[in-house]
């Protein structure tokens, strides 16, 4: 039976099961002709504040590195105010046409007077900002990278998965990431002798 996204979930606390401080998740981000393995590892995740942190990896996106990592925080969806990007290069459009193309979103979040309550409700909507490549003594500006784009992101509780898009006006459009939980990958993967 298919989730409505209101049920099966308990309230939000300081963390999930599945997103938590020191959790990892690994998967991929897809653009139309190349597939990069991608990891998220979170350094703090707290509801309680609404604060989420970490660093992405990125392999084989530059010729100069093999893999890529940055420093990147979050910004949780709370509100269907915030579903509109105000800080970067996106349009309400290009706001609306990635947001829908993701599990969960239902239009009617964008009512002011909707119920959504993202604390309730199975899915939570982010933005990713990176900032810069860690460590800090390495080179910021390289051929194939950038951090001027962002990435519309949704976290399913139940699953425990990330799924999302890349947004960089001078990028590809609707580059796709997928991430799982690792510890939850481990797992699945055992079985009993």
Same mark, same amino acid.
């Given at each position: 039976?298919? *989730?409505?996204?209101?049920? %099966?979930?308990l309230p939000l606390g300081k963390d999930t099961f599945y997103l938590f401080s020191g959790s990892e998740f690994s998967g991929t981000q897809r653009s139309s002709q190349t597939l990069f393995p991608l990891?998220?590892?979170f350094n703090v995740v707290d509801f309680s504040t609404n604060t989420l942190c970490g660093v992405l990896e990125i392999q084989n996106l530059?010729?100069?590195? +093999?893999?890529l990592q940055t420093f990147f %925080?979050?910004?949780?969806?709370?509100?269907?105010?915030?579903? +509109?990007?105000t800080k970067y290069t996106s349009s309400y459009k290009e706001d609306i046409d990635h947001w829908k193309e993701l599990p969960g979103f239902k239009m009617a979040f964008l009512k002011p007077?909707?119920? !959504?309550? #993202?604390?309730?409700? @199975? #899915?939570?909507?982010?933005?990713w900002k990176e900032h810069y490549q860690v460590p800090q003594e390495e080179e910021q500006n390289m051929e194939g990278a950038s951090?001027?784009? !962002?990435?519309?992101?949704?976290?399913?509780?139940?699953?425990?998965?990330? +799924?999302?898009?890349? !947004? *960089?006006?001078?990028?590809?459009?609707?580059? @796709?990431? *997928?991430? +799982?939980?690792?510890?939850?990958k481990r797992y699945s993967n055992f079985e009993m002798l």
């Open positions: 039976m298919p *989730h409505t996204g209101m049920t %099966d979930v990891k998220a590892s530059t010729p100069q590195l +093999e893999k %925080d979050v910004e949780v969806v709370t509100c269907a105010e915030e579903f +509109e990007t007077s909707g119920t !959504f309550d #993202y604390k309730k409700y @199975r #899915y939570i909507f982010m933005r951090f001027e784009g !962002f990435y519309y992101v949704c976290f399913d509780r139940i699953e425990g998965t990330f +799924e999302g898009f890349y !947004f *960089h006006d001078a990028s590809e459009r609707f580059q @796709r990431i *997928h991430l +799982e939980n690792k510890a939850l």
